[in-house]
């Protein structure tokens, strides 16, 4: 399966913004799917992820009630709302997608390209 990020760009502190990551090659329908981020000299962080069923989701304790997960299969894409953003939200995030469905908890099976997010002070 391939993924492309899409939707980030700059927004003020305190702004929002949904990223989407759009699949193909395969629906997405089996596999848990993730976003992750990464700023320069750290270490890739997991953000969110949510279960094959979409019945579970998960966050990074950062996120504390700001950000949200969701998937339309029917769409093949996977969203991440993000509200009340703070300087230290700016990373290049990235989609992924594990083939146990467990939400990218544990593991990572697909990467896609990431999207740029900053947010000005």
């Known amino acids: 399966v391939q993924l492309q990020a899409s939707g980030g760009g700059l927004v003020q502190a305190g702004g929002s913004l949904r990223l989407s990551c759009a699949a193909s090659?395969?629906?997405?329908?089996?596999?848990?799917m993730g976003w992750l981020r990464q700023t320069p000299g750290r270490e890739r962080e997991f953000v969110a992820g949510?279960?094959?069923?979409?019945?579970?989701?998960y966050y990074g304790d950062f996120v504390k009630g700001r950000f949200t997960i969701s998937r339309d299969d029917a769409k093949n894409t996977v969203y991440l709302q993000m509200n009340s953003l703070k300087p230290e939200d700016t990373a290049v995030y990235y989609c992924?997608?594990?083939?146990?469905?467990?939400?990218?908890?544990?593991?990572?099976?697909?990467w896609g390209q990431g999207t740029l997010v900053t947010v000005s002070s």
């Open positions: 949510i279960s094959r069923s979409g019945g579970n989701q």
């Open positions: 090659g395969r629906s997405i329908s089996t596999y848990g």
């Open positions: 992924a997608a594990d083939r146990l469905g467990r939400g990218i908890r544990g593991s990572i099976h697909y």
